[in-house]
């Protein structure tokens, strides 16, 4: 794919995957905090609107007049729910070889410019701990290449990670209950929106050529 600036558009994809993470780990934690005193009061599906709207907007839940609360998510605070945000980026990396079949006006993302983008993602913090995440990029860049469809994005790893990682929110309880319930949803909804705007920046990046 051609660009005015490769530079440029490398960093405003790889920026934009990075942000949808980092979205994706705040949302979780606004779930998990209106599953405690504000389940009443707020609906998570105002949650999910909001965060969906703009996935790469870190700050867009602020928008619901409710600050995170490191009490109400003490069970959040360790170092290993703390990876979580580095594997939400990479999850959404792995999947970076799908851009290929984005075609705008501009050609399509080769496999090169690809990879660059996935290095500059992984160069920002993501990675893969405990190699919690099954997929590969190497392996869906194949799967791409031979017109292969690549398994939806799904929570399962989160779940996982959880359940080995993080026993505080792996006990069964309504509050974790509802957090992991929701997150079978957000994620797919997330990755989806995540995928519109990554279209989106391809072609905006297109049209400037």
Known sequence: MEFISERTAYTMI??????????????????????DKDFYNINVKDIFKIALKNITDT?????TGIKLDKERC???????????????????????PELKNIKTKGGALNDKQIKTVFDMVIAKGA?????????????IRRMVKLGKSVPAYDAEW????????VPALA????????????????FTLFYSALEEELERVLNSLAAQI
């Open 59 to 63: 700050t867009c839940l602020y928008n």
């Open 14 to 35: 790889s920026d934009t995957v990075v942000k949808a993470g980092v979205s994706l780990f705040n949302a979780v934690k606004y779930i998990y905090m209106i599953a």
């Open 74 to 96: 003490k069970e959040m605070n360790s170092p290993e729910y703390e990876r979580v945000l580095s594997l939400m980026v990479y999850s959404f990396a792995v999947r970076l």
């Open 158 to 165: 989160f779940k996982g990670y959880i359940y080995g990682y």
């Open 171 to 186: 006990s069964v309880n309504n509050k974790n209950l509802f957090l992991l319930g929701s997150c079978d949803i957000l």
């Open 127 to 139: 990675g893969n701990y405990e190699n919690a995440i099954a997929d590969d990029f190497e392996e």
